[in-house]
């Protein structure tokens, strides 16, 4: 089973409409990170998550809202979904580094949203 | 302002011959600099960690390194399996966020 899994995969939605993406993880990380990946533009950070209590606004979080529901479970929310939010969309988690030692993230796989 | 340059944007090789993708950053104290696999439709795949200048990581036929201000990931004699996106993040001890850039486009031709 894969460690970091987001739902739904695909998703078209229309223009106002309020979505919500899940991400749940097994792997007993605390961090956990939304982005989303344009061509040409790379990934960038939406919000992110050190553990349950604590939110931090990305790099874009403009249109967006999250959920840190429990250490594993994180959900990214568009109240009202606008044509130009169309992308890829991706959870990461990390763990928290001992030392600095490995601070790397992994990704899940991804969900394509199309809002029309 | 943290930011990362990757380049060049695109690369074709033929099966077998070597080369190098750059990775440029600007960031107010390195934490670590990272390097992903992505392939068509999946999420980035985790491929090293560089702290300090100097620091050298190598796995099959990838080997990043890093200076101060700029990050090499060379491929010796690649295979078609090799062909993926490549992206590059870094990390400041200021503030906790990743910053990527646009990744290279590898492509080896059989």
């Known amino acids: 089973d894969a460690d970091v899994t987001q739902t739904p995969r695909n998703r078209i939605t229309k223009t106002g409409k309020r979505i919500m993406l899940e991400c749940s993880q097994t792997?007993?990380?605390?961090?956990m990170y939304w982005y989303r990946q344009d061509p040409g533009l790379g990934l960038r950070l939406i919000y992110y998550?050190?553990?349950?209590?604590?939110?931090n606004k990305g790099e874009i979080s403009d249109g967006y809202s999250v959920s840190r529901q429990a250490q594993a479970k994180f959900s990214l929310s568009l109240e009202s979904a606008i044509p130009n939010q169309t992308a890829l969309y991706f959870c990461?988690?990390?763990?928290?580094?001992?030392?600095?030692?490995?601070?790397?993230?992994?990704f899940g796989p991804g969900t394509r949203l199309t809002v029309l | 302002e943290d930011q990362v340059t990757q380049s060049p944007e695109a690369l074709r090789l033929q099966e077998g011959e070597s080369s190098s993708l750059n990775c440029s950053y600007t960031?107010?104290?390195?934490?670590?600099l990272f390097w992903y696999r992505q392939d068509p439709g999946k999420g980035p795949e985790f491929l090293f960690t560089?702290?300090?200048a100097g620091e050298e990581k190598e796995k099959e036929r990838l080997k990043a390194t890093l200076t101060k201000k700029e990050s090499f990931l060379h491929i010796t004699a690649p295979k078609p399996e090799d062909s993926a996106t490549y992206l590059c993040?870094?990390?400041?001890?200021?503030?906790?966020?990743?910053?990527f850039g646009t990744g290279t486009s590898l492509t080896v031709i059989p």
């Open positions: 993040a870094v990390q400041a001890f200021t503030g906790n966020q990743f910053y």
């Open positions: 998550s050190f553990d349950v209590k604590d939110i």
């Open positions: 560089l702290y300090s």
């Open positions: 792997k007993g990380h605390d961090r």
């Open positions: 960031v107010s104290g390195l934490r670590g």
């Open positions: 990461a988690t990390s763990d928290r580094s001992s030392g600095g030692a490995r601070n790397e993230q992994f």
